[in-house]
């Protein structure tokens, strides 16, 4: 794989990763997202629609929550996750947690992760999780981490610590294991950045992750309400600066067109696509303008006058204060409205 970086401007990064899967030949572009799927396949679309969609991700995303109960039916097909779901040529990223179902929190340990699938729990040690990868098969796969230490309202340094620790052992078992592997030296194993909202471990986190041989870099507990946004934004530019220029940075549970673009402007390159299932989910249909102003404020004073600025920064307030897992944001429209 290699990140060559066309143009860098305002902490955003334009480019392309190349040399792509086990056979080295795809190619995607950066900033770029995710293609969100359901135990592998896209929501509400049959593969043969999705594959006339114009533009499609060149990476679609697993999670392993959805996958580790049916790891033994995988073991035995010996071919990988891929063939096995109808997406042989597709680029797979296996990530650890569906960003639409959060985990219940308090099941991490010195050995474990646990993950939720439809029968409950699943316990993985890095032996159990890397065994499991073996039988999946992906391009890319996010290592195991401690990221419970931000779903604390208020993240003691203590536990930002521990989290970080934990996380590093996690990624070194996994390294170790993946060496031993014949399967999986062609897959790519992602490390995660925890650390909480305590700015020494993040930088801790970032900068111990790097000296690994990782494939990228998943930035890990952005998502959510827990951490007041500006507190979230100069951790992250802080945190994407720490980082090699010439490996891809994921971050997780931000899908948002908002919390995407002020993500880009601070470094990060892919993100995951849920927020239109989520909008699909609760009845809901995306409508708003695809058109970028460098001053959106100062455009709108000029074109249409006061009352146009005071609806966009009512609009802009009410997105940053909505929570899009729950609620309508101004993105979207109800479409049980409309059909009254």
Same mark, same amino acid.
């Given at each position: ?24 030949? @795809? ?16 929501? @509400?679309?049959?593969? @043969?629609?999705?594959?006339?969609? @114009? ?20 073991? *035995? ?23 639409? &179902? ?11 992760? &646990? ?5 409950? =729990?699943?316990?993985? %040690? ?7 990868? !073996? ?25 930002? =610590?521990? &989290? ?36 020494? *471990? =993040? ?33 992250? &530019? ?23 673009? *002020? ?14 299932? !989520?909008?699909? *989910? ?19 004073? !000029? ?11 009512? !609009? ?12 309508? %944001? ?11």
């Amino acid at each position: 794989m290699k990140l060559s970086l066309i143009k860098v401007g305002n902490g955003c990064r334009l480019g392309k990763i190349k040399n792509l899967g086990k056979t080295r030949d @795809h190619t995607m572009d950066i900033p770029g997202c995710l293609l969100y799927t359901k135990t592998g396949s896209a929501p @509400h679309l049959t593969h @043969h629609t999705l594959h006339n969609i @114009h533009r499609l991700p060149a990476m679609a995303q697993l999670t392993l929550s959805s996958l580790a109960e049916h790891h033994e039916v995988l073991t *035995e097909y010996k071919e990988g996750v891929g063939k096995f779901i109808g997406m042989p040529e597709s680029l797979l990223y296996c990530s650890l947690h569906d960003p639409v &179902s959060p985990c219940p929190a308090g099941y991490v340990t010195n050995k474990s992760v &646990s993950v939720w699938g439809a029968g409950g =729990r699943v316990e993985m %040690t890095a032996s159990k999780f890397m065994a499991i990868q !073996q039988a999946l098969q992906p391009d890319w796969f996010q290592c195991l981490s401690d990221g419970e230490a931000s779903c604390a309202e208020v993240t003691s340094i203590k536990r930002a =610590r521990k &989290s970080v620790d934990r996380s590093l052992l996690f990624l070194d078992s996994c390294l170790q294991l993946q060496e031993k592997s014949e399967v999986l030296q062609k897959s790519l194993i992602i490390g995660v950045i925890e650390g909480g909202d305590v700015m020494e *471990e =993040r930088l801790r986190s970032a900068r111990e992750t790097a000296k690994r041989p990782v494939g990228g870099f998943l930035l890990d507990g952005f998502q959510g309400n827990l951490m007041a946004t500006e507190t979230g934004l100069h951790l992250l &530019s802080s945190v994407t600066a720490e980082l090699p220029e010439d490996k891809p940075r994921l971050i997780c549970g931000v899908s948002r067109p908002d919390e995407v673009l *002020e993500c880009v402007e601070r470094g990060v390159d892919l993100f995951e696509s849920f927020f239109p299932y !989520q909008v699909t *989910e609760r009845g809901c249909a995306l409508t708003f303008s695809f058109d970028f102003q460098p001053n959106p404020e100062e455009t709108l004073w !000029q074109q249409n006058g006061t009352q146009e600025e005071i609806k966009y920064l009512d !609009q802009t307030e009410k997105i940053k204060t909505t929570d899009c897992t729950q609620e309508m %944001t101004s993105f979207e429209i109800n479409l049980k409205e409309k059909n009254q």
